[in-house]
């Protein structure tokens, strides 16, 4: 027997959040959880997980490190490749609204940005 296809879900955007540091370098063990239960309620609530979303889906990853000490939590938005420190739960339900529903980043809350390089036609 053969199996169907599998559906191919569009993402939109996949969201990483330095949360929960064995190190705690980056942001108080118990911040960090807090604002990544803020993103997973904020995320639920307004429907970025639905697989029929017309924009696609919001993935969200809670991550060990991601290199930036003591500016955490840190959050960063993929493909967009923007950085936001300082990211406590208070924070996550603007971040959301404005830069992934609204697609207008927060500018003064980010830390940096590094965007995916794109393959011309010279890379395939």
Known sequence: MIDPPAV???????????????????????TGIATWNELKRVIRELGLEKTNRPEGIVLRSKVDCLRICERGPVLVVWPDGIWYTDVTADKVEPIVQQHIVQQKPIRQWIYKMTPFRTMSSADE
Do not use: G, N, R, Y
């Open 8 to 30: 191919q879900t569009t993402i939109s955007h996949h969201l990483l959040l330095c949360a929960t540091p064995t190190k705690e370098k980056c942001c108080d063990p118990t």
